[in-house]
């Protein structure tokens, strides 16, 4: 095989046939290609239709929403607002900040987490199949097939069947087929819940989870986001050439989800959610984040390659009013944050959905847009002046991988109010008792000292008061033997003062829903003395938390795990997991549940074990899943102590061979002993394999 160089620069080829080219000839042509791509007439559009809209979004969000976030950071943190603390500092006054709303939101995050996410394990959802699965038509039409045999054994057995009497066969035939569909259903929506959990845990649910909802009691909305695909970076044991194992870093696309700050989202200015109008999200990326968008379906990688030539040394921010306010707010140098030391990259990230006329005028052919006037949902990347990606939405709805909700959601209103917003009122009156009463007590702590500086000696300065202190003074011009120093002791108001913060304190309970004594502060008084009193103040207390809760359910919680599902349903290779299933979150009636559904089980149990009449009813099989979910319920290993449906199946069979056996056996004997003209003897006793009941034998009697 002879190998010559090709007439042009960075090219060879393999017996003239086969051109290879070097690695720096192919980078070369992918920046052509992305420069080229990048200043067609439909991408130069889109940006400049990204950034008019990411202006506007911009605009109606900095001096209203903004400023209400930051107010919330600044409360959390017990930060004055920077023209209020000017005004306090020209005054002289205390700075003091009673820390109400830090207290409220971490009581507020804590009850949520208790309720929704105790533990790793528990899940705020479930499966559960479709009460009435849909019948594919095989199914069906072997229905019809065993119904009409049916129908002819009838005939041909004499029988002559009323209509109703068919009906009524046709039905019993089609509720078995229900039945079993229904079990098939049942352990689908098992194997797929397992599947997506495993999928959440993997995908960092619970850490998103856990920040998203931080977010809900400090800002006015709180967002989460995903699935969402992104090449991540796993260690793996392959297997060499030798037969030996090697541990090496694989790149693997990954399902991810992660909390969106709000302060990085813009909604159009006349949306109620997230599906209205377009949705503009503001990344700060680094070097390593964009590099993982190599790869990943839908980027272009000549695109990413050229905004990490163009920006990876010093970075890419467009700076806008609130990020050096949010970097003081949130304790962070203003200097450095200025300066872009970790060199992050802005990106925008805009979901929406553009007419089909806009796309032609932009330079899309007909073929591409076959309807002008409808409306193509579309995500795209903007960096700069480079567009990194830009794809029709994946959703077959059009919907956006964003769930956002609010402690306190308002109709109508993209932005709701957070337990920082309910008790912002509240928070300035008590830091105003506060700081009254740090100033009252600074003067109630000592007399006031009034003198006459016309009695005072040439170069005497009274600037301290001490005890055994000695006063010069001199003699009075005016004859008038008036004192040349006079004390006066102001008045304490300390306990007025303490009243109005009482006072103000306790409507933050009843402004926020989260009275004092659910974060174990001072118990209550009155109905709080006893327990039961306790536990009804701690139910009525758990209905405005259950508002909350039911605003996660329906809002986050519920179309998260519906992405998800349809995500496998589209993708997944396994027909095993692919079901008709409704989704059901289940944090709201979590409160309830969780203090009496334990006890409840076991008495449930307690009455399947002990009663007859019940085990008779349930049956083997619905006491080992009785067993089966308490176990789980106490974090033990269910497999190894309950068997499965399966292994109960073979022993009740293997049981019902050893009895049918015994019973041949003893009337083969009985049979041999009457015609012999002996009497029968008693048959032994056996026992059941399954419960290890006595058999009786039926023969003896």
Known sequence: MNITNATAPGYTTVGGIVPIKSIKQLQEEERAAAVTANSSPVVQNLAAYIKQKWMYARMAKEYTVEQQMLKAVRQRRGQYDPDKLAQLREQGSSTIYMMLTSNKCRAASSWLRDVVMSTPEEKPWSLRPSPIPDMEPDILQDLMMRAQQQLEMMLRSGMNPTDVEVRQMLLDLKDAAYRQLGEIAEETAKRMEKKMHQQMIEGQWTTAFAQFIDDLVTFPSAVLKGPVVRNRPELKWVKLPNGGYDLQVQKTLALEWERVSPFNLYPAPDASTINDGYLIERHKLSRADLHELIGVDGYSDGAIRQVLEAYGKGGLREWIYVDLTRATAEGKSTTAAGQNPSELIDALQFWGS?????????????????????????????????????????????????????????????????????????????????????????????????????????????????????????????????????????????????????????????????????????????????????????????????????????????????????????????????????????GASSIMEKETAQQRRNEFLGLALNSPAAQQVVGMEGIAELLRQTAMTLDMNVDKIVPSVEVMKAKAAQAAQQQQAMMAQEMAQQNGQAQAGGTPPAAPGGQNLMDGSPVVNRFSQ
């Open 354 to 586: 553009v007419q089909g006329r806009l796309l032609i005028d932009w330079g899309m052919s007909p073929e591409e847009v076959p309807d002008p006037m409808a409306e193509y949902p579309i995500e795209a990347w903007l960096i700069g002046t480079w567009i990194i990606k830009a794809v029709i939405n994946p959703d077959p709805l059009g919907r956006k991988p964003y769930y956002k909700t609010s402690y306190e959601e308002v109709p109508g209103a993209f932005w709701g109010n957070s337990v920082a917003d309910l008790c912002r009122d509240v928070q300035d009156v008590c830091n105003a008792a506060a700081r009254s009463l740090v100033n009252n007590m600074s003067l109630a702590s000592g007399p006031q000292v009034v003198y006459n500086i016309d009695r005072l000696p040439e170069g005497e300065n009274i600037t301290q008061l001490y005890p055994w202190k000695v006063w010069q003074v001199t003699a009075d011009p005016l004859g008038a033997n008036q004192t040349p120093v006079s004390f006066y002791q102001p008045n304490s108001q300390a306990n007025e003062l303490m009243a109005v913060y009482e006072k103000f304190a306790i409507l933050a309970d009843e402004y926020t829903g989260i009275p004092r004594y659910m974060t174990g502060g001072a118990p209550a008084g009155g109905a709080g003395r006893t327990a039961s009193g306790m536990s009804m103040l701690m139910t009525n207390a758990g209905k405005s938390i259950k508002q909350v809760i039911s605003n996660i359910d329906e809002h986050v919680i519920k179309p998260c795990i519906d992405r998800l599902y349809y995500y496998n349903m589209r993708y997944s290779d396994d027909p095993d997991l692919k079901g008709d299933v409704d989704i059901v979150a289940r």
